[in-house]
C-alpha cells in the first residue's frame, strides 16, 4: 500500500514492465519480481528485483541496493574493482530478508562516464594513477551517477523510506535529496584482493566510502 508521501509524487517515468523472474543464487531457485523502468532519457534504463517473503510484515521497511552497472566486474568478475563481490553480498541479504531490493542502473557504467572511458581510466590506472586521478586525466568527472530515477522507481514500488545497503555517504544523500528517506546506512562488506586494494582504499580516502 502506498502512502501518501508517494502520492504526492508525481513519477517521471516513461514506460515499466514486469514479470516473474526465476533465478538460481547460491544453489537456490528463487522466484523474484522483476520490473524494468525506462527514464525519459532513452539510455536510462533500470532493473529492479523484489524478494518478499510469504510472513513479511505489510509495513517491513524494505532492504535495498541501489547497484551500478560493471560489465567487467559484474559479467567477467575483474578484480580490479569490487562491484561482483557488492553485487552478491547484496543479493544474499536481499533474498533473505523480508523485503528486499536491487536496483540495477546498467548506464552508471564507470560511476557513470560509460565502458569506453572505464576502459581508458584503467589503461592509466595500469600506470600508476588512481581511480580519481585517472577520470580526471581522461577529462572525464570523478563520478557522474545520478539517482533520480532510482528515487522514481522506489516512489512507484510504494517504498519512499528504505535501508540502504552501500557504503557510498554520497549515494544516501543523493537518494535523500530525491525525496527518499533512509533510515539506515547497511554496510556492503567484502575482502580485498591484491588486484583492488588501492582501488578500495582511493574510495574510502578520496571519495569518502565507508569501508
Known amino acids: 500500500m502506498k502512502s501518501n508521501a508517494v502520492k504526492s509524487v508525481v513519477l517521471d517515468i516513461d514506460w515499466s514492465a514486469q514479470t516473474i523472474l526465476p533465478i538460481e543464487f547460491e544453489g537456490r ?8 523502468y525506462q527514464g ?8 529492479a528485483l523484489i524478494h518478499r517473503a510469504p510472513d513479511a510484515a505489510a509495513n517491513e521497511t524494505p532492504l535495498v541496493r541501489v547497484h551500478s552497472g560493471c560489465v567487467t566486474g559484474d559479467i567477467f568478475h575483474s578484480l580490479k ?13 536481499v533474498t533473505t530478508a523480508p523485503l528486499g531490493v536491487v536496483i540495477y542502473l546498467p548506464y ?7 565502458l569506453v572511458n572505464k576502459i581508458r581510466a584503467y ?3 595500469d600506470q600508476g594513477l588512481d581511480t580519481v586521478d585517472a577520470n580526471i586525466e581522461i ?16 516512489f512507484d514500488l510504494g517504498m519512499p523510506e528504505i535501508r ?12 535523500k535529496a530525491q525525496g527518499i528517506k533512509v533510515v539506515e ?20 580516502a578520496r571519495m569518502a566510502h565507508k569501508i
Open 123 to 125: 589503461a592509466l590506472q
Open 108 to 114: 552508471h557504467e564507470g560511476r557513470g562516464i560509460g
Open 29 to 36: 531457485e528463487l522466484t523474484l519480481d522483476a520490473r524494468a
Open 185 to 204: 546506512q547497511v554496510p556492503v562488506v567484502t575482502e580485498p584482493s591484491l588486484y583492488n586494494k588501492r582501488y578500495l582504499e582511493t574510495k574510502r
Open 81 to 93: 574493482c569490487d562491484c561482483y563481490q557488492q553485487l552478491q553480498a547484496a543479493m544474499k541479504r
Open 40 to 47: 525519459v532519457d532513452p539510455a536510462s534504463q533500470a532493473l
Open 164 to 175: 540502504l545497503l552501500t557504503n557510498n555517504p554520497a549515494k544516501v544523500e543523493a537518494l
Open 139 to 154: 577529462g572525464a568527472p570523478i563520478d557522474a551517477r545520478e539517482y533520480d530515477l532510482s528515487a522514481q522507481i522506489l
